[in-house]
């Protein structure tokens, strides 16, 4: 080995013992991988442009239970860690339990966590209210819409993850007020939901299937993803589509001509997506490992 490669070899070795993070070249570029630092089942990032940070949803246990132990990180763009525990579930006056989707509009944040989206404000991260979707099981994807209010699915899934038939997408205001928007068994169990112009798009974990609503509630089937356990979609600043799929343990680009390609692979269950607009990356959360990859588009 020449003096060049021992020198890279000892600067690389400094760098996974004394840095919290590692750097991983994927493709050419530089994807960052926070690990280690006390997530327990990321299942959203999502970027707020204000304080140009990064917000982790936390399940910390059964995703069913009513245990009060969920949080929310707060993670800068270079990976370290602001606060691990932001908005914490088990701290006094905060309802939360198992905090899923998370969606940023207006000056709250919408966290979806079993039967409820809990409101916070911000940037405080003060709880303003918790909502309860009457007849809905398990409230999982979020997307923001123009308006200040969100949209939500429920993957209809009962504890055990048996079906509970509850499928159905809802419009949810921060005021409290919440009204259906479809309901349907046979959705598959949606999950990551995008609001695009006049329509809304949804992946589905159990069909694996992507489809579209318009706004009489008419439900367009869209191409077929090539593996399913489908969860995170996102709009990249391409006009391009990022879905995460746990049955690929990937992500797949929807195509403008609507054809796939894989964008990352040997991902285990990649969950809801989040892209920092600002530098142009995907923010994919690992459920079972852990982690958070800030990838670089």
């Known amino acids: 080995m020449n003096t060049a490669s021992k020198a890279r070899g000892l600067i690389c070795l400094c760098l996974a013992v ?3 993070l590692n750097l991983l070249a994927e493709e050419g570029h530089a994807a960052i991988v926070v690990e280690d630092v006390g997530f327990a089942t990321p299942e959203s990032v999502e970027y707020y442009t204000a304080e140009d940070v990064y917000l982790v949803t936390n399940i910390n246990g059964d995703p069913f239970d009513a245990d009060g132990n969920g949080f929310i990180s707060k993670l800068s763009p270079d990976g370290s860690v602001i606060d691990l525990k932001w908005i ?18 207006g000056n709250n944040l919408f ?4 039967n409820q989206v809990h409101v ?13 979707i009457e007849g809905s099981t398990f409230l999982n994807g979020i997307t923001p819409a123009c308006g200040g209010y969100v949209y939500v699915t429920d993957s209809g899934y009962a504890e055990g993850f048996g079906p509970s038939d509850s499928d159905a997408i809802y419009k949810v205001r921060a005021n409290g007020n919440y009204e259906l928007v479809l309901k349907d068994k046979n959705l598959g169990h949606p999950n990551g939901i995008l609001e695009d112009d006049d329509r809304l798009m949804v992946v589905t974990f159990g069909s694996g299937e992507l489809f579209s609503v318009n706004a009489s509630g008419k439900v ?4 077929t993803p090539p593996n399913g356990g489908l ?7 391409d006009s391009q589509f990022a879905i995460s799929s746990w049955g690929g343990s990937a992500i797949y680009i929807f195509n403008r001509d609507g054809t796939f390609s894989t964008l990352a692979e040997s991902l285990d269950a990649p ?10 990356r995907l923010l994919i959360p690992l459920f079972k490992q852990n982690k958070v990859i800030i990838k670089p588009l």
């Open 111 to 114: 966290v979806t966590d079993r």
């Open 88 to 105: 914490d579930g088990a701290k006094e006056g905060i309802t939360l339990h198992s905090p899923k989707g998370a969606a940023i509009a």
């Open 220 to 223: 367009t089937t869209l191409p």
């Open 120 to 132: 916070f404000e911000l940037p405080s991260g003060v709880q303003k209210a918790s909502i309860t």
């Open 271 to 280: 969950a809801d997506l989040g892209v920092d607009t600002k530098r142009n």
């Open 18 to 20: 004394c840095w919290p």
């Open 231 to 237: 969860d995170g979609l996102v709009k990249l600043n």
